[in-house]
């Protein structure tokens, strides 16, 4: 345990906003100018070398975000799935779950109709658009789908850190299909990683005393990770700007791109809108009966960050960060979090859904209910399979457009778009996960009060700051810190408040 005594500061209302507030201020005022520095440089025309300058401390904080995951990701599952018995585990589970379906599934059916209302596609696009190749992007639905579930139940989880199994074909000269192969790609498989750590957690609650030291030693890593993470958010408020800056400099063809796609886009952001504002928080309310704008505001600096970043698994640690300034139960967020990064994306199943159809009528192609269908059921499973990294959702919607018989090699046509309609779909991904943890967090919330009653108690009356710390050591697992806010009247210190964290 760790205890850190603060004295009650300032009551000046602007200097409290502002120390609490400061880190977003100062981020919102980083997009501004990410973006407004972006748009007037490209007027200058900068070198190669200056734009490389210029996104370089963006790629730095991006480092800096990519290198929590994977401890993040494995501590907070451990350690928060063995404080929990099977039954606390299996009623947060089952909650996840159907929040995840209802909300990945409203997503999809909310995608199809705004396509099919606003139409924004016209074979005439087709013609104009501007392309980008791809190589060989036509791998097919089944192929992928048992990709999925051969990194979920990974043979090696050192090489899951790094590296995951992906079916690659082989060609004749023609271009036919002569044979097939599993080849390893560069990129932490996340999926192998969860199952491994979800397991080793509901284990851990399990096994007793015996697994103790290996708990401690997850919540250890847990602690001292969420320190870091807060370290490196302050890095945000320069590398924030830095990546928008340089993805606004670095892209071709915007104007061509916004006049010729300009409804599709238009369309997404329709989708994504209505997905944001007015479903998830009218799920929230149902749950829970809170204010979900609040809750919603809450997260800013982690919406601003998948704005930056285009990527939800970058982005967890400042949404873990968030959910606990929101007072969401650690024991929450630590299971439901990192499990919904990687399969609930809401953005992402409402771009595959809509995208494919706007493809779809590209093509002069007019779907009938099954084709419908199809869709539904295929952008809901290449959502699932999306990582959580830029443009993956690009990649997995090979799926759905197989399915419907289209070409893949078509996906090129929005290519020059995703990069902007990634970082609005990341950031509604980031916020279904975070209200997916509210959501449940409400609906279990007497049940683990209820366990907290039953837990020993701990009488801070009348007790001396080293006593109460050796008391609290007992009680509390490693790694927890409560942070206690004095209040200095006159001789007296009186301890006004308790956080632990
Ligand atoms: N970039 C998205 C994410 O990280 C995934 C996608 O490409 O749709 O959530």
């Known amino acids: 345990m760790n205890l850190k005594l603060k004295t009650k500061a300032n009551s000046n209302p602007v200097a409290r906003w502002l120390k609490k507030n400061l880190l977003l201020f100062l981020t919102v005022i980083g997009v501004i100018v990410g973006i407004v520095g972006g748009t007037l440089l490209r007027f200058a025309e900068p070198s190669r070398t200056v734009i490389k300058l210029i996104s370089f401390p963006g790629e730095l904080f991006m480092n800096m975000l990519k290198c929590m995951i994977l401890p993040l990701i494995a501590s907070s599952l451990v350690s928060g799935l063995c404080q929990l018995d ?177 409804m599709f886009i238009v369309t997404v952001i329709t989708g994504l809108a209505i997905q944001c504002f007015i479903t998830l928080p009218l799920i929230l309310f149902i749950g829970s009966r809170q204010n979900p704008y609040r809750f919603l505001k809450g997260l800013s600096q982690a919406i601003l960050t998948a704005l930056a970043t285009s990527s939800s698994a970058a982005t967890l640690p400042i949404t873990f960060r968030c959910l606990n300034n929101l007072k969401i139960d650690r024991r929450v967020t630590k299971f439901v ?89 990341t950031a509604t991904n980031v916020v279904g996960d975070a209200f997916g943890c509210g959501f449940v967090y409400y609906l279990c919330k007497d049940h683990l009060n209820e366990i907290d009653e039953n837990a020993p108690k701990l009488d801070i009356h009348g007790m001396d700051i080293d006593t109460l710390e050796k008391q609290a050591d007992q009680i509390t697992p490693e790694g927890t810190e409560i942070s206690l806010e004095k209040a200095e009247k006159g001789e007296n210190i009186q301890i006004s408040s308790i956080r632990v964290d």
């Open 86 to 262: 099977a039954k606390s585990s299996g009623r947060l589970g089952s909650r996840a779950m159907l929040y995840y379906c209802l909300t990945t599934t409203h997503a999809v059916i909310l995608g199809i109709i705004i396509v099919t209302i606003i139409h924004p596609g016209d074979p005439a696009i087709k013609a104009n658009a501007p392309h980008e190749s791809l190589a060989h992007a036509n791998i097919s639905a089944l192929d992928k789908f048992m990709d999925l579930l051969r990194n979920m139940f990974t043979d090696n989880i050192v090489h899951s850190m790094f590296a995951q199994k992906q079916t690659i074909y082989n060609y004749d000269d023609n271009g036919t299909i002569i044979g097939q192969g599993l080849t390893t790609e560069d990129g932490m498989n996340v999926l192998g990683l969860i199952t491994f750590c979800i397991v080793m957690g509901l284990v851990l609650s399990k096994i007793g005393q015996v697994g103790k030291p290996l708990a401690d030693l997850f919540h250890a890593i847990d602690a001292v990770i969420t320190k870091m993470v807060m370290i490196i958010m302050w890095f945000g408020v320069v590398g924030i700007p830095s990546l928008i800056a340089g993805k606004m400099l670095e892209v071709t063809n915007l104007w061509l791109t916004a006049k010729t796609l300009g």
């Open 337 to 425: 979090l990192p499990v919904g990064a990687m399969v609930n994306m809401d953005g992402t199943a409402l771009y595959e859904a809509t995208a494919s159809i706007f493809i779809a009528q590209m093509n002069g192609m007019s779907l009938s209910f099954g084709q419908v269908l199809t869709v539904s059921i295929t952008a809901t499973l290449a959502s699932i399979g999306a990582a959580a990294i830029p443009s993956a959702g690009l990649v997995t919607m090979i799926i759905v457009l197989s399915a419907l018989g289209l070409p893949a090699t078509d996906i090129s046509l929005i290519f020059t778009v995703d990069w902007f309609l990634d970082r609005l779909r």
